[in-house]
Every structure is written in structure tokens, then in C-alpha cells.
DNA sequence: CGGAGTGTTAGTCG
DNA sequence: CCGACTAACACTCC
């Protein structure tokens, strides 16, 4: 499930319970989720806890970080004696014992709290980096997409050298970073753009009007994705509310919100695409 | 059994 | 070196 949104809502929660905690143990039960030297970590205390496009770094006391990339199917569960913390990936694991058999990764801290990192298909990752690693984690990305950095002008000109489909233009996390496929297929639908138009096609003012809907949808993404994630009494409350919201994205064969046409699918780079055939030209 | 899945990257080719 | 394209990663659910 995570894409920015949820990235972003996890780190929020996150952010009010790690710092301050000291690491006494890290178990690594599946060895490709984590890489790094485990025996580093212990007595190490969080300092913070912040978010990079859909990668999280947990900064610590020794001057390393904790980076980490929940991919398609990750959750980070931080579970203390009053309550469960955090999100993604929406399975059973959020209600159901904890380490699952889908738990990858125990952090233990001091206070006997933990943080289970789970991902039931192995793509995600823990890696302990000193500023070096990270720095280079980081420097493959371009700026987040609700940065300010991410003008209309360089919007533009990153398109304009590019001739793949406009809908795989703007997922390539060098052009801007942290726009899975949801939020490309709904910005998409809203700006009235065609995702197979190629992205050098668009004109300024359809690369403008195609990014301020990428930062809509993003923002409403984390604005529901906070709002309904503080409950983790059952998996409907895990799963952030964007999806009753969504405008075209999983929904082959249902209305066009607009126009009312029936929404198609296609694949682009390996992955499903909707669209309106009507709006979007 | 086949296919699809919300993400990224290594490798190949031009 | 850059961009475009494909396969691969590992597992579950339909």
C-alpha cells in the first residue's frame, strides 16, 4: 500500500514515539531485509525520524541512520503496552500476534516497546548507512513532489527530454520523487491529460496544470491517509480512507466522476493504467 | 493453475 | 553517458 501519502502519515506517527528511544536489541530474521552490521545498533538512541519521498530515515545517536524502503507490501508496527503505531501495507498482520510470519526485521528498545518491520514480499529494506550511504540513497532522487522545489519551469524543461508515455514520466522518481501509481493515474484524470501522450508533448500550460494536480492529490492523499490511520483496532481504519475518494485508479468499467464514460485500463511499462477515454486527450 | 499486484533496480541495447 | 525497455525480486490472493 505505502505510497507518499502513507510514507508520510507513518513517519508523522513515528515521529511522536521514536525519538528518545535507546536500541537494546535488533533480531534480522529474513537476512535480504536488512543489510548492515546488526551489532552496531545496540545502545544507540533515536534522534529523529523523517521522510524522503517514500523512504524513511531513522537518524541516530552514533551520527548512522536507519533508512528504510517499505516498497509494495512493507509495514512498520510499533507496538507498546497502550497501543499499535504505524501502517502500510494493509494485511492481518496489524491485528494478529506480533513477530507474523511475514515479520522481517525486531527492533527492541529500553523501554521494551517494539518496532516490527514486516513485508511479505521481501522487496523492502533496512539499511544502516553512515552520511555517505544515505546521502547517496537520497541522491538518486529528484525533489519531493510537494516541495516547493518543483516549480512549473522545471517541471517543464525535465519533460521536455523526455519522449516515454507522461504517465510513466512522472512515476520515474529522478523527475520528481514519491508519485506511485495512483496518484499518477488520478493526477492524470484530473488535469485532463491522455497517459499515453508522450511526456514532451505536453505544453507548459498542460505540464502546469498536470503538476498542480499531482500536488493536489498527493496532499489529499496524506490528509486522508492521517485521518483515518490512528486506528488500529481493525484493518478497514489501516488502510487510509484516499481509496473512497479515488478518481479513476482500480476502477476499470465505472463511471467517469466527471462525464460518466466508462473508465478503460491499459498497460504502460508493465503496469495498469486507467483513464477516461472521454476527458482525458 | 495462471495472472496480477500500490515499487524499484540491474542489465541490455541503441 | 543517456534514455528506453525488460526482467527480476518473493509471495499472496483471486
Redesign the pocket.
Known amino acids: ?3 507518499l501519502p502513507e510514507v508520510e502519515t507513518i513517519t508523522r506517527r513515528l515521529r511522536e514515539v521514536l525519538p528518545g528511544k535507546t536500541i537494546t536489541l535488533i533480531e534480522v530474521l529474513r537476512e ?1 531485509s536488512f543489510r548492515g552490521d546488526p551489532a552496531l545498533l545496540a545502545g544507540q538512541q533515536v534522534i529523529a525520524v523523517d521522510r524522503r ?2 523512504i524513511i530515515t531513522l537518524s541516530l545517536s552514533g551520527g548512522s541512520f536507519l533508512i528504510i ?1 517499505l ?2 507490501t512493507g509495514q512498520l508496527i510499533y507496538v507498546s503496552k497502550k497501543q499499535r503505531i504505524g501502517g502500510g ?3 492481518n498482520d496489524f491485528v494478529s500476534a506480533l513477530p507474523s ?1 511475514h515479520t522481517r526485521v525486531v527492533l527492541t528498545f529500553a523501554d521494551k516497546t517494539v518496532l516490527y518491520f514486516n513485508d ?4 523492502g529494506w533496512i539499511r544502516l548507512v553512515a552520511n555517505e550511504g544515505r546521502d547517496l540513497e537520497l541522491a ?1 532522487l529528484g525533489p519531493d513532489i510537494i516541495d516547493e522545489a518543483v516549480t512549473p519551469e522545471y517541471f517543464f524543461a525535465k519533460l521536455a ?4 508515455p507522461i504517465k510513466q514520466a512522472i ?1 520515474d ?1 529522478s523527475v520528481v520523487a514519491g508519485v ?3 496518484y499518477a493515474c488520478d493526477a492524470l484524470h484530473l488535469a485532463k491529460i491522455n497517459p499515453a501522450r508522450t511526456a514532451n508533448s505536453l505544453s507548459k500550460v498542460e505540464a502546469t496544470r498536470l503538476l498542480v494536480a499531482m500536488k493536489t492529490v498527493i496532499t489529499l492523499g496524506i490528509e486522508k491517509g492521517g485521518a483515518s490511520i490512528q486506528n488500529y483496532k481493525n484493518v478497514e481504519g489501516l488502510t487510509g480512507s484516499y481509496q473512497h475518494i479515488r478518481r479513476v485508479y482500480a476502477r476499470e468499467g465505472e463511471p467517469c466522476p466527471v462525464c460518466g464514460t466508462k473508465i478503460e485500463r491499459m498497460k504502460q ?4 493504467t486507467f483513464f477516461c477515454p472521454s476527458c482525458q486527450i
Not at 120 to 123: E, H, I, K, Q, S
Not at 161 to 164: G, M, Q, T
Not at 269 to 272: I, V
Open positions: 500500500m505505502p505510497e535480504k519521498s517514500k524502503h516498497k509494495m501495507h494493509p494485511t510470519s511479505m514480499r521481501v522487496f538518486k527530454k523526455r519522449s516515454l512515476m522518481n506511485g501509481n495512483i511499462g508493465g503496469r495498469s
